[in-house]
C-alpha cells in the first residue's frame, strides 16, 4: 500500500533529522555534565551492591507467591499468558515485582564496567552477578531478556574498554558475525526451549535436534508482525486516533493493579493484536511507526520518530563528549540504550515503562550518589 510506504519514509527521514539534531546540539557540554574514571568518581560499589540486593530480593518474593523459584520457573508459561488465575492457587498479586527482578542485569552491567576499567580482581562482582541474572531470565522465560542482558555486557565492556571506539579488525568483524548467528539460532529455538522447562513430553535436547534453522528467519519474522499491524493499521476504516492516551498513562502502569484490584488501560497494544490476529489480547506492539499512526495518523509518525530519535542522538551526544577514559558512563549507556531501543520501538508505552523502571532506579540512584560525593569528584579536563 501507498500509504504504508509513505509513513515509512516519513519516519526514517525524521529519524535521521532528529537524531543528527540531537547529535550537533550543545547538550551536555558544560563541564558539569563531565564525568570522570570510576575509581576516582562514584562509589560504584555501593550501587552494585543495592541493585544486586533489590535484584535478589525481588526474586525471591516474586518466586514465593508461586511455591518457590523451581516452581515459578515450572510455570513460566503459564504466568505469561496471563492463566494464573485459571490454573493456579494464586492470582500472583506480586506480579509486578518481576519487573524489579531484573535490577540484576544492572549489577552485572556494573561489575563489567568495573572489569573492563580496573581489571581481573571484579570478576567475583560480574560472576555473582551474572548467576542471579541467569537466574532471573529463566523465570521470565524470554528470549528477549537473554539478548538484552548479553548485549548489555558487550555494550558496556566495548564502551568502557575503547570510549572512543575501536577500529572494525577482521577478527571484531568475525565474532560479532558468529554472534549475531548465535543469537539469530537462539532467538528461532529460545521459545520452544523455554516450554521444554515446563513441559514433561518435552526436553532440551529434543527441541534442539529436531529444531530445523533458517539463517534471518527469527529477525524476518519480528518485522513481519509489524508489517502485519501497519496493516491492519491503514486498512481499518473505523480508526479513532487515541491521541497517545496510553503514553498518558504511563505513571498509572506503575501502580501494581492486581494488589491494589486498579484497573488499568488498556495499551493500543491491544487493539492491534485484534487486527492482526483476531483476539482482544495485550500481544502484538504495533511498531514505532504503527503506534505514531494509531496515535495521530501521519503527524503521530512524525513525532512518535523523532522523539525515539532524538532521544537516542543525545545519549550518543553524550557519549561522544565523555573526555576521561574508563568513565562511570558506559554503566548508564548501556541499558538505556538497549531499552529505549527496542521497547519504545515496538510501540508499547507499558512495557516500555515496565521495562525501563531498573534503569530510572539506577540512575537516580547514581545521581543521588554524585551529589553525596561531589566534592570528591574532580572535573574533566577540557
Not at 570522570?36 to 562514584?42: D, E, F, H, Q, Y
Request: proline share 5%.
Amino acid at each position: 500500500m501507498l500509504e504504508i510506504a509513505i509513513a515509512v519514509l516519513i519516519s526514517y527521514f525524521t529519524c535521521i533529522i532528529f537524531y543528527g539534531s540531537a547529535k550537533r546540539s550543545r547538550y551536555f557540554s558544560h563541564p558539569k555534565y563531565q564525568v570522570g574514571p570510576i575509581a576516582r568518581t562514584l562509589n560504584l560499589r555501593i550501587v552494585y551492591g543495592v541493585m544486586l540486593a533489590l535484584g535478589a530480593l525481588s526474586l525471591y518474593a516474586y518466586t514465593y507467591q508461586y511455591g518457590g523459584y523451581f516452581r515459578t520457573v515450572e510455570l513460566t508459561g503459564l504466568i505469561r499468558q496471563g492463566l494464573q488465575d485459571d490454573y493456579l492457587e494464586t492470582e500472583g498479586s506480586f506480579i509486578f515485582i518481576q519487573n524489579l527482578t531484573t535490577m540484576a542485569f544492572l549489577a552485572a552491567v556494573i561489575a563489567m564496567a568495573f572489569v573492563a576499567a580496573e581489571g581481573r580482581r571484579y570478576i567475583p562482582l560480574l560472576i555473582a552477578a551474572a548467576i542471579l541474572s541467569i537466574m532471573v531470565s529463566l523465570i521470565w522465560g524470554s528470549r528477549g531478556q537473554v539478548l538484552i542482558f548479553a548485549l548489555m555486557l558487550i555494550f558496556t565492556w566495548m564502551t568502557t574498554r575503547y570510549p572512543r571506539g575501536v577500529g572494525l579488525r577482521p577478527g571484531m568483524v568475525l565474532f560479532f558475525a558468529l554472534l549475531a548467528l548465535m543469537a539469530d539460532f537462539f532467538v528461532g529455538v529460545g521459545k520452544d526451549i523455554t516450554a521444554s522447562l515446563y513441559q514433561d513430553d518435552l526436553t532440551i535436547g529434543d527441541v534442539v535436534s529436531n529444531y530445523k534453522y533458517v539463517p534471518l528467519a527469527p529477525v524476518v519474522g519480528y518485522y513481519d508482525e509489524f508489517i502485519a499491524s501497519l496493516v491492519g493499521a491503514f486498512s481499518y476504516s473505523g480508526l479513532d486516533y487515541s491521541y497517545y492516551y496510553d503514553s498518558f498513562a504511563i505513571p498509572l502502569y506503575l501502580v501494581p493493579g492486581r494488589l491494589f484490584g486498579i484497573e488499568k488501560p488498556e495499551t493500543i497494544v491491544v487493539l492491534n493484536t485484534y487486527l492482526v490476529h483476531g483476539v482482544w489480547e495485550q500481544m502484538t506492539p504495533p511498531g514505532l511507526v504503527g503506534y505514531g499512526y494509531y496515535s495521530l495518523g501521519f503527524p503521530g509518525v512524525v513525532i512518535s520518530s523523532g522523539i525515539y530519535a532524538f532521544v537516542l542522538g543525545l545519549l550518543d551526544r553524550a557519549k561522544e563528549i565523555r573526555t576521561f577514559d574508563k568513565s562511570v558512563f558506559p554503566v548508564i549507556y548501556a541499558p538505556f540504550v538497549l531499552y529505549w531501543g527496542i521497547y519504545y520501538f515496538q510501540g508499547d508505552p507499558k512495557n516500555l515503562t515496565l521495562s525501563m523502571t531498573p534503569t530510572v532506579i539506577l540512575i537516580l540512584a547514581l545521581w543521588f550518589l554524585s551529589l553525596s560525593k561531589r566534592h570528591h569528584v574532580r572535573p574533566a579536563k577540557a
